[in-house]
């Protein structure tokens, strides 16, 4: 339980294992959503269940798994990175279809999506099935939410977003302190040290969690727009 965290791993921006891990996701998003003007209800309705499953489910067997082969790392293995704790939101709002929790998923999911996608860093080694689950998982954090505005009704409050922002600040604080609590190299969320994925938003060290900061509340504010422009008709 007090081992040092799993070194980071980013593949090279532009390189061929970038590519295909971005075109996966062209492709496997947009056919999600295509999928889901082509259903009835009643099957859409088992598909999101079934997204929701797989978020969920994954979430907590792999935490059983680390558990139980004794080769749990406290540093690296919790689900405390925005996109780690995206992904059991969004099994949460699947089946606990909260305006408030929807609202979270759609900001804090699909800022996660977009900059691990573009630039991935695994944060808990590195194998076939996490590979798959990287990029599987961080789609449904945009095609989740997209499915509940498109095809249930869901919309975003006013000022969702600086809602939305303004808890995102006890995320912060409160993944920050487990990091300190933790220790031997825990950088959940990025809050210790800045990532070494080649992303041009990040700042170098000791600036980068300002940066964060500045570029959340701009992305947040930009989602809001998308989001009004395509829906709110």
Sequence with gaps: MDKTAIEHWSPVIGGQFWWIGLIFVLIFVPLMIFLGSKISSKQRDMVLYGMGIYQLGNKAITQIGYI???????????????????????????????????????????????????????????????????????????????????????????????????????????????????????????LAKAPIANNPLVLQDPYHIIGFEIFAIIHFYVLDLIARRIFDK
Excluded at 87 to 95: E, N, P, R, S
Excluded at 147 to 176: D, G, P
Aim: with cysteine; proline share 2%.
């Design 68 to 190: 139980f082969s004794d080769n749990y790392i406290m540093a690296s293995n919790l689900p405390l990175h925005l996109c780690g704790l995206s992904g059991i939101l969004a099994g949460i709002v699947v089946f606990y279809r909260k305006q408030i929790l929807f609202e979270f998923l759609y900001f804090f999911g699909l800022v996660g999506f977009i900059h691990s996608v573009l630039t991935p860093e695994f944060t808990g080694g590195v194998s076939s099935w996490k590979i798959f689950d990287y990029y599987v998982g961080h789609s449904m954090l945009i095609i989740i939410p997209v499915w509940f505005m498109k095809y249930y009704e869901f919309r975003l409050r006013h000022n969702a977003w600086w809602t939305s922002f303004i808890y995102l600040q006890l995320i912060v604080v409160l993944v920050s302190q487990a990091n300190s609590i933790i220790g031997n190299g825990a950088n959940y969320m990025y």
